[in-house]
């Protein structure tokens, strides 16, 4: 008998590994890549502080009093890396999703083992108006939140097997 083929995964579902296989870190992701990529942007960080079971890295960094951009990763150790929090924060008056989706775009981006970066980056650019978009790449689940306001927009970047 045959083997069945499984339909192809479009990219939008979650991972078809069970979680208990599926790692729990972003494989290939370090702290370091994170770091040295938006410290060439000039951005301020530090770390790493420990947490319960983790450790933690927060980068920070603003555009006037208008706008703060904030991203804390976690990991294990510095090469064991659970999740990346990339936060936009708009306090004026019109807030843009452009300036939204041109960050997290960029994050989305962020190299790790099996990352397609222009795939995630073009997701984070179609999905930025909208709250609850997911999408999975190798080791990692994207997941995009915006406020209501239109003033907070989330990207969490987090190991499919993490718990």
């Known amino acids: 008998m045959a083997p069945s083929k499984l339909p192809a995964s ?3 579902a979650a991972a078809t590994t069970p979680a208990s296989s599926a790692p729990e870190f972003i494989t290939g992701l370090t702290a370091a890549d994170v770091k040295l990529n938006l410290e060439r942007r000039g951005f301020h960080c530090d770390g790493p502080v ?9 980068c920070k960094s603003s555009q006037g009093t208008d706008i703060e951009f904030v991203v804390e990763v976690q990991g294990k150790d510095s090469t064991r890396i659970r999740s990346v929090d990339a936060t936009v924060l708009q306090y004026n008056a019109q807030p843009s999703d452009a300036i ?10 962020l190299p790790y083992e099996n990352a397609e970066p222009a795939r995630a980056r073009d997701w984070v650019r179609s999905n930025i108006a909208k709250s609850g978009s997911e999408l999975t ?14 003033r907070a927009h989330i990207l969490d970047m987090i190991a ?3 718990r």
């Open 10 to 12: 479009t990219g939008t």
């Open 50 to 58: 420990a947490l319960a079971t983790l450790q933690s890295w927060t």
């Open 100 to 109: 939204a989706a041109e960050f997290l775009g960029f994050i989305a981006t």
């Open 137 to 150: 790449i190798a080791s990692a689940r994207f997941e995009l939140t915006r406020a209501n306001t239109g």
């Open 160 to 162: 499919v097997g993490a």
